[in-house]
């Protein structure tokens, strides 16, 4: 299994970006998935988890503005990022073939290598 995050960079506060996580050796279609950051100096947490059956989870920090979202088709995943603010600054990596449950998300040992977004203040 093999994920490829992309989409990162350098934003104002306020701006947007989208975030993909592309896989080979899964099929997104059929497992759960998940979004995570890790800031300096901060553990990685959960951003947002997306289940097979059409569920979602997201951390109160990004409630309204990320999304989460995965085209088939094409075997990603997307986190679409808006209003973003300089706390949303990280390295953000995807999930692939953990477990979506009531709030949260258990990953698995699948991970992308992570793409680092900055938001300028």
């Known amino acids: 299994v093999q994920l490829q995050a992309s989409g990162g960079g350098l934003v104002q506060a306020g701006g947007s970006l989208r975030l993909s996580c592309a896989a080979s050796g899964i099929l997104f279609s059929g497992n759960d998935m998940g979004w995570y950051r890790q800031a300096p100096g901060n553990q990685r947490e959960l951003v947002a988890a997306s289940s097979r059956s059409g569920s979602t989870n997201y951390v109160d920090s990004v409630k309204g503005r990320f999304t989460i979202s995965r085209d088939a088709a094409k075997n990603t995943v997307y986190l679409q990022m808006n209003s973003l603010k300089p706390e949303d600054t990280a390295v953000y990596y995807c999930?692939?073939?953990?477990?979506?449950?009531?709030?949260?998300?258990?990953?698995?040992?699948?991970w992308g290598q992570g793409t680092q977004v900055t938001v300028s203040s």
């Open positions: 999930n692939a073939g953990g477990s979506v449950y009531s709030s949260g998300y258990f990953p698995s040992r699948y």
